[in-house]
Every structure is written in C-alpha cells, then in structure tokens.
C-alpha cells in the first residue's frame, strides 16, 4: 500500500513500514510527520524498495523543526538525496516569492465538522491542481534500486569463530553445508577449498577457505595475493555429502542429547537463497528426524508454522497463532497441534503441510521459500538413572527452514516476490542484530537483545542466546557467482559460533556421559533389509564388479552364496602402490564362506578399478571423511545393517575409526598391523561397546613399517589383547577363530525352541 501520513499518522506509517516493511509500496508521502524515536531500517527499506519519501513540513510550536522527525527526514535528504525530499513550507514560499514561481507546498485547512469526530476541527489538505500533479507523479514513479544501500545492511561481525579460537561449543554448534552446482552454475568455477583445522588443544574442525573470480584471477596472473577469508567450523560438509551423513554427524547426537535430558533443541538452515536449505531440513533432516523420534517414544505431537510478510500463519490447520510475551519468553498460541504414533502418518501430515508453505520461482532458485517454516516436535522424555524414581517430562525440537536472503538484482524480484523479499531481507537482519547483540561483549552487566524487533526473532529466541541446544547449518553454493553470499553467510555463522546457550549444566553433563546408540532405528533396519534382498544370493562369486554408489563407483569383490541374509565379512585393504585393492582378499573367500558368512572385499578409490584417489593419512578425520564414508556408502548400498571388519594397515585403521563412528553397524573388528595415529581415541572403543570379545590387534614383529610395539601400545589403549600373525595366513587364522567364537556367543544366546 501506499501511505499519506500526517503527523501521528506519519509517524506510525514509518514505525509500521520497518516493522512490516512487505505491506508497503515504494513511494510515500509524508505530512508535518512526528516520531518519538527514528527507525534505523528507513533508509534501507525504501533503497530496497527503490522508492523515496516526499515529506511536506509546516514548522509550528508542535511541529517544531528540532523535532525527531524533522531533524532525521533533513538528514536523510542530506545523506541519500534520492530517498527522501524534504519540503520546509516557510523556505519553500520563500524560494517561490523570491523567484516567482509557484510554491511547492501542501496547505491544508480546519474546518469545524460536528459529531464526526472527538474534536469538530477536522484537518482537510487543499491542494492546488499542481501540487496534486506533483503528488500524483510522485506516487507513479516505477521503483529504482539505490545500489549503496541496497540488501541488508552487514553488521560488523566477529572474525574469528568459537573453534578457530580453540573453543568447543557444545550447546551451539555450526555446521557448513556445500551443496553441488545447479545447472545454472555449471560454467561457473568452484569458489571454496576446505582442508582439516586442529586446535593447540587437540580439537578438530574443518576450515573452509572461500574466493570470488577476482581472487582466483590475481591468483592466476600474479604469485602473491590478498588473504581469502577463511573460516573455520566443527565440520564443513561437501558437496557429496548424503542425507544421512548429515543427519548422523549433524542432527542425531542433538536428538540423542534431547531425548536423554529433557532440553529442547532447534536446528535451523541458514544461506542465501538456493544454497539448500529446503534440501536439508525439509527434504533431508525432518524426515530421518521424524523418523528416528517415532522409533523411540510411542506417540509424538507436533505444530507447524510459517512466518509470511510478517504474519504467522498454520500450517496444519491454515488459522493465524500468535506470539504472546510471558516474562521474557516468547510463547507460540494458537497452533494446531497434531498427535502421531507412527513415522509414516506424520510424515504424510508433514508433506501435506509442507506443500501448503509460500514458495515461488526466482531467477536464484525455481522452489523460492518465501517464508521462515518452524516444525516443533514435542516427545515424552524419562530422565533420571533409576527408572522408578524417574520423572516424565517432554522436549521439543524445533527445525527452522528460513527463508533466504537474496539481493535484489540477482533475484529478479518484483511486484510482490520482491515485497516478500524486503520482509525476508528485515527479519533475518533482526536475526543478525540478535546474534550480534549475544556475542558483542557490553559494559553492561546484561546486554541488550533486540529479540522484539522481528516475529522471526521472538520464535527463535530460545534457540539463539536461550535455553536450548543449537545446530546451525550455514549452507553456501560451490561457485564463484555467488562467493560474496558464501562469505556473508560464513561470516554470520562464524558470529553465531560464539553464542552460549545457557544450557543447565547438570543436564550438560549428561550429554558427555550419554551412553553409545548401538541399534539402528526400525526404519533405518526396514530400508536396509529391503535393499538387501534386492541383492541375489550368488550376486558374486569372486569376479570383481563395478557398483555405483552415491559416492561414485567402487569396485567390489564379494561372494554371497551363503545367502541373502547370512552374515557378513568385510575385508578392508592396505594403502599404496603394490596393493590390488580388495583382490587380495579373494583367496579368503573359501573358508569364511564355509563359516556360513557372506563376503565383500571393496577397492577404495585409487586402487582396482575405483577410480579416484582417497588421503593415505591414517588420522581419525581423514579416515572419517574419507574410507568411512565410501565403507559407509558400501553398506548402505547392499542393504547391511551390520558385518564384522577385518583390515590390514590403512584398512585396519578404516576399520577402528568406522567402529568408533558408526558403532551400530560393526559386529566386530580384526585390525592386523594397523595404521591409526590418534591412540588416545581407541580408549573410546569400550564406551562403545568394543571390548576383548569384539576386538583384536594382530601385529609382526619382522616389519620394518609396521612396529610390533606400535600393535601393543594400540591393543594396549583399547584395553584388549594382541596376538602375532607374522603372514596372511596366521592373520587369516587368527580372524576365523574370532568369527567362531562371536558366532558361538551367538548361538549361545538364542533361545532355543521346544516342540
Ligand atoms: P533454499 O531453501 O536455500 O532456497 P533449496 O533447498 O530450495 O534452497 O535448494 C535449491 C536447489 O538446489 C533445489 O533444486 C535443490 O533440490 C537443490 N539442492 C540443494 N542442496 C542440494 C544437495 N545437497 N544436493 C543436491 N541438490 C541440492
Ligand atoms: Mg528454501
């Protein structure tokens, strides 16, 4: 809309405008307007909106021009001529009679109106004909974007993150995700490089180092060049990174720490628009979440809102909540709350909801969000280590899909895609002021948050800067076009890094002592044995085939003729050049087989017919991020739910690490001679469930690169036994005797059926 304030009218226009900037037009005009206190958005909704103010002023004793209004409207003429044009009706008459023209004013009348109003003087405006000429093209004028101030205006942010200072942040974690180029982008070069980052203190992170075309070109035509921002975060992850992964490494120790103590937890997706935040939370996140939340308590309830130009709406049930302030806390009512039992009901009133949310195509992304989605999903928690004098409480996770920020040029928004984009703009601006506000020491003794400036900021508050846990996923775009994004959104999460929640510290330390998952959820075990089955029982039989993964293809030997659900062995290989990947293994085959296990024996990129290269350094991350994921992939793709390991060097060390990551899906672990360079770390492997009797160290005492003292030192850390094997063959030996004893355990532990 388009306003005509006058006086108080004025000034409530322009405290709505920065409020809810998305109801209005681009031009305005003001009249002798009055305003306690300037809002500091004016400036930059109308550069965004690319419209002006055109404010006429008839300075008398209650329009006085030392007033609030005047001296700010006289400023920003001063500052940004294009935004606003301020009349002084007294300098005005007096420019007309000196150069006898016409004066530019807008005179207005009393007149007396009985019964029409509290008081009978109503003030009419009288207009001559030129002056609402004037007006009339002033209202008309098509928009023209300010450039200097246009998008939202950067706060200074703190350089460096919680991590990068050496910091761990346990109750607000950030995470990067890249996502793969569109086709849009397909000619377009990468922007970003992300290496491993290891603080004094031991942590580890990853740093992820971004440059827009003109770095890259410097870089290319001169040796030395200006330092590219880096930034450093828990984890940074890449364009290939699956659904689950993330959910796993992400999401699942925040769901796991929940559900043990009762504290609420809030993951949100933040980024420019089209960097993938739907993807993740919507697509990717909500659903595993739901799916993992159902499989642990029986019935879950849920709300779904989305904040549009302002204005909360109900996914659910299509009504307006509201948001009501109780005590400094602020409280969604209203909400339609569903109830759910099973994974597949709620995930089908979700999708239906879902679908209802505000989207449209902009140049930047054909499925636009157009509004900030909040899914709360509230669960029975039981806390307290007796569970008879337990207590029941409930938690609620929040995941936040906002929508994205975007410049207005790039995003081609107009009419009211382009109003939309203004609102969007402000409240993540407030969100920004908020974060902001957290980590900025002040003198005072308790700073003040600005959460009332937007609705996004109320939802949110408990979140950022409160009493729950956080995971904030910063999602970017791989190339160059759109590196300057990629680096305010960076910059914004480096700053989000460094706010303390007040999590209860009792609770905290809970989390640490939080015991290992060690069962896959119902859901994940369905999809799998599925897969499964879709694999024949004599799929292989020693030949090697080329599968493709969703990592790329992998080379993989394998034998199954001991059937579609008989247990399984993998063979994990050593690194280098000799190495024939997982060939090596097939003369093994025979005997595990007789065991009635199944057996693969994949070629890791590099090696056989995968192609590819993979880092040799046997460093937990390294390993992590790189075997794991691909042995990761492996499972998944064959529908294992679960198999016992068996490596040689590099492979060994594959081999612990994916047990102390992935610990529900490894039955047991062989590591013969194996390279792994963080010792300490294999103490974890008895927290999760690896000790003597599903763990062994085989070592040679004639190698020169492998170091019996090495195998000693490792079994030593893990607290379990290490045995010689000084060839393949005694390696081979010493694994079918722990296959047969874990089998006998087995047996040992079924009950046994009666007639
Ligand atoms: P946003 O919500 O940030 O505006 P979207 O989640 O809608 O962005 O993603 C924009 C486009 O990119 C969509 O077509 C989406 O499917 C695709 N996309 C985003 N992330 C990924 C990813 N990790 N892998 C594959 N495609 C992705
Ligand atoms: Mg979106």
Known sequence: MTCLGQCMGAGMFLRALSLASGYFAHNHVLSHATIGSWPAETARILAEKGGSLLAYHEPDPDHMREAVAYRELTALMGTHPKLCR??????????????????????ATAIALENLSRDPSVFVFDPNLACTGRIMAFLQRTPTVHGALAGPKPVELPKRSALADGHDNPTFKVFVRVRPPLAREARYTRAYNVTQFTTKSGLHGKEIIVSDSAALKTAQTHSSRAPEPKFVFEDVFAEDCSQSDLFVQAVRPLLDAALADGVDATVFAYGQTGSGKTYTIEDGIVPQALGYLTSHVEAVRATYVELHNEVLYDLFSGVNPTLSEVDGAFRLNHAHVITATDTAELLSQYAEAAARRATSGTAMNERSSRSHAVLSVTVPVQHGAHKQRSKVTEVTIHFVDLAGSERLKRSES?????????????????????????????????????YRGSLLTKLLSNAIGGRARTVLIACVAPTVDSADETISTLRFATCASLIRNQVDSEAEKKRKQLPTRTALSQDQSTVLSERAASFKADFFSGDPVVVRTELGDMEVYGDFTAGTHAPLCIMLHYYGQGSSGGRQFVPWFDRIRALGYR???????????????????????VLAQGPCRWLSTLFDHFGIAKAELYGYDWGAGIGLEFALTQPERVLGV?????????????????????????????????????????????????????????????????????????????????????A
């Open 86 to 107: 301020l009349i002084d009706h007294e300098h005005e008459r007096a420019r007309a009679t000196a150069t006898a023209t016409e004066p530019d004013v807008l005179p």
């Open 414 to 450: 107009v009419g009211q895609s382009r109003d939309e984009a203004i609102a969007i703009n402000s409240s993540l601006l407030a969100l920004a002021r908020v974060v902001h506000a957290l980590v900025t020491p002040s003198h005072k003794a308790v700073a003040h948050v600005p």
């Open 599 to 621: 057996c693969l024996a994949p070629s890791f990129p590099g090696h056989g017919r995968t192609p590819g290269t993979l880092s040799a350094k046997p460093d937990p991350e």
């Open 670 to 754: 062989v590591a013969c001679c194996a390279s792994y360079r963080d010792e300490s770390r294999l103490q974890l492997l008895k927290q999760k469930g690896f000790g003597r009797k599903k763990l062994c160290f085989l070592g040679r005492k004639n190698s020169q690169v492998h170091l019996w003292s090495k195998t000693v030192k490792q079994a030593k850390a893990a607290g379990v036994e290490s045995s010689l094997a000084p060839t393949d063959e005694d390696a081979l030996d010493a694994w079918i005797a722990h296959l047969q004893s874990s089998r006998e355990r087995k047996s040992k532990k079924k009950p046994t059926m009666t």
